[in-house]
């Protein structure tokens, strides 16, 4: 049991570049979300999937695509990438519509020059 | 949709203090109000957590205070540890369609002075 596993860890992106940044769990959990972490705003929702096929913009989604294709696997597309992307990403996972534990992978960290 | 406004977003405390973070909510349909604990460079993990039902919890040095009516709940961390040092997040949500969103306060960072 991995639990939430996110790639790459790090990466440089040249302005104009895309990419897409990996996450997948393996607990069966409905809900998966992406937050973008920047220094002294907390983690702000980007968008987020209450299962395969339904995703949902959450409160900074420009700039960013998601698609939910499985349960297991929740990528998030940088179209692109711009300096004010420049940020630490964490995708999160839990059960839905249970007041349970949401669960974190380990990080990317992306600049983009 | 919910927000959340966490205080004081910078808190020091000398070794064996106490040290207090409040958060205030708007959507009072959220009913799950977990605590997340980031030390440098990791993941967000959750240490403590309250649903609605319950107006207090505790777990050792730590303990989580909810006032469902005022719409606010707070994190406290007794004697405390050099190892607490770390930013604290609080957050909310709800069980309905509609407010399952995870949202997060914008963090205190926590140091505890030796």
């Known amino acids: 049991n991995a639990g939430v596993t996110q790639t790459p860890k790090f990466q440089v992106l040249k302005t104009g570049q895309s990419m897409t940044l990996q996450c997948a769990q393996d607990m069966n959990h409905e809900y998966m979300s992406w937050y973008r972490q920047d220094p002294g705003m907390g983690l702000r929702l980007i968008h987020y999937?209450?299962?395969?096929?339904?995703?949902d913009q959450g409160e900074v989604p420009n700039g960013y695509n998601v698609s939910r294709s499985t349960t297991e696997d929740f990528p998030l597309r940088l179209l692109s990438a711009a300096p004010s992307q420049t940020s630490v990403y964490f995708c999160?996972?839990?059960?839905?519509?249970?007041?349970?534990?949401?669960?974190f992978g380990q990080g990317t960290r992306l600049t983009v020059v | 949709g919910e927000n959340v406004e966490q205080h004081p977003s910078t808190l020091s405390v000398q070794e064996g203090d106490s040290a207090v973070i409040k958060c205030t909510y708007s959507?009072?349909?959220?009913?799950?109000f977990p605590w997340y604990k980031q030390e440098l460079g990791k993941r967000p993990q959750l240490i403590i957590d309250i649903r609605s039902n319950v107006g207090e919890k505790k777990d050792q040095r730590i303990a989580v205070t909810l006032n469902k009516t005022a719409k606010h709940f707070s994190l406290h961390i007794t004697e405390t540890q050099p190892e607490d040092s770390a930013v604290y997040f609080c957050?909310?949500?709800?069980?309905?369609?509609?407010?399952?969103?995870?949202?997060f306060g914008t963090g205190t960072r926590l140091t505890i002075i030796p």
């Open positions: 999160a996972s839990s059960v839905l519509l249970r007041t349970t534990e949401a669960f």
């Open positions: 957050a909310a949500r709800g069980s309905n369609f509609g407010n399952e969103k995870l949202t």
């Open positions: 999937s209450v299962g395969a096929g339904i995703t």
């Open positions: 959507d009072s349909a959220s009913n799950y």
